[in-house]
């Protein structure tokens, strides 16, 4: 069993950014591909941006690319979501997530077998 913690959401004002940290207990993290989402209330939830198992392949959603940059730690089990000139649209609980592979292909898509239980993100303009 894996168990994910989010941590480093808050409010900020537009422009700003934040550091979004998901950190595995449980298991070592280091063969597991680590996506983040986010989601609203009422809406469907949105692919943000994923990391292979080694760091070497990411991919982020058009609507944060140039913006916000996804790494890893392995030594601290720890993945990481740097949120840049965040926009009011940016508001959401971010989730990460996790599974077992060194598959990368559709992040966006499939099941996942760990979740976090998210973290607050709110933009003010």
């Known amino acids: 069993q894996v168990q994910l913690i989010e941590s480093g959401g808050g409010l900020v004002q537009a422009g700003g950014s934040l550091r979004l940290s998901c950190a595995a207990s449980g298991r070592t993290f280091s063969t597991y591909l680590v996506t983040w989402f986010r989601q609203n209330p009422g809406k469907e939830r949105e692919f943000v941006s994923a990391?292979?198992?080694?760091?070497?392949?990411?991919q982020y959603a058009d609507s944060v690319k140039g913006r916000c940059t996804i790494s890893r730690d392995n030594a601290k089990n720890t993945v990481y979501l740097q949120l840049n000139s965040l926009k009011p649209e940016d508001t959401a609980v971010y989730y990460c997530?996790?599974?077992?592979?060194?598959?990368?292909?559709?992040?966006?898509?499939?099941?996942?077998?760990?979740w976090g239980q998210g973290t607050q993100v709110t933009v003010s303009s």
């Open positions: 997530a996790a599974k077992e592979t060194r598959f990368f292909g559709r992040p966006d898509l499939g099941r996942y077998d760990y």
């Open positions: 990391i292979s198992w080694s760091g070497g392949v990411t």
